[in-house]
């Protein structure tokens, strides 16, 4: 199935979670949610009933420039529902995980939050219920790009802020609970460097994580 989708608005409007039905056509092996702007799915979660769950952004719909993008399919790719999350501003989701029960979503939004972005993380039930969004970050700029359960029970989200220590973009990550109540905040970075973390392992001693780095001279190297 394509990842990239284009999406139709043919029913409703509401003003802070958006829930809309849509068309969806079939050319061949691809399945398109047609509309007139930008739609983007970034990532999938696959429940055990074999439903499909994707992440991304909206500007085609909702209450500002892009919005979170929620689309859930059946295991036939038959469309469930479609949800967008966001504010005024610039809402991207980048990431979906799901424990069965519920699913998280990690992004970005300068819709709300303390600064000019803020790392914007969402729980639902499996029914597209929305249980809380919550913002975590500073005074700058602080993303959230994967959010994953850890073998405590609790959650994990890395990325970037620019918020912290000498307020260059360093390398963030952010451990939380199943209600969102932060547990864990912890930077890692250089001074006059750029640092993002991509995603993690949880490993026997501790996290291995994988990202990317660069300094003002663009010298670039793998973290």
């Not at 079939?26 to 074999?50: C, G, M, N, T, W």
């Not at 939050?113 to 249980?131: E, F, Q, R, V």
């Not at 959010?147 to 970037?160: A, D």
């Amino acid at each position: 199935m394509n990842i990239k989708y284009l999406l139709k608005l043919i029913l409703f409007f509401f003003f802070f979670e958006n829930s809309y039905a849509l068309d969806l056509k079939k050319f061949d092996d691809i399945y398109v949610y047609s509309l007139e702007e930008d739609d983007y799915a970034r990532f999938q979660y696959i429940d055990p009933s074999f439903n499909n769950y994707f992440v991304g952004k909206t500007n085609s719909i909702g209450n500002g420039d892009y919005d979170y993008l929620l689309v859930k399919t059946d295991s036939n790719d038959e469309l469930i529902f479609y949800k967008s999350l966001g504010g005024i501003g610039d809402d991207q989701g980048y990431y979906i995980y799901g424990d069965n029960d519920f699913i998280y979503l990690a992004g970005r939004s300068n819709s709300f939050g303390n600064g000019k972005y803020d790392a914007l993380i969402a729980k639902y039930t499996l029914n597209g219920d929305l249980l809380f969004s919550k913002f975590y970050g500073g005074e700058q700029n602080d993303y959230a790009k994967t959010i994953k359960e850890l073998s405590n029970g609790n959650l994990m989200f890395v990325g970037r802020s620019s918020s912290y220590l000498d307020k260059n973009l360093d390398a963030w990550f952010v451990e939380i609970d199943k209600k969102g109540n932060i547990l864990k905040n912890m930077t890692y970075g250089e001074v006059n460097q750029y640092d993002e973390f991509r995603n993690f392992i949880e490993v026997t001693d501790g996290y291995l994580f994988i990202g990317h780095s660069h300094n003002k001279l663009n010298e670039k190297k793998c973290l």
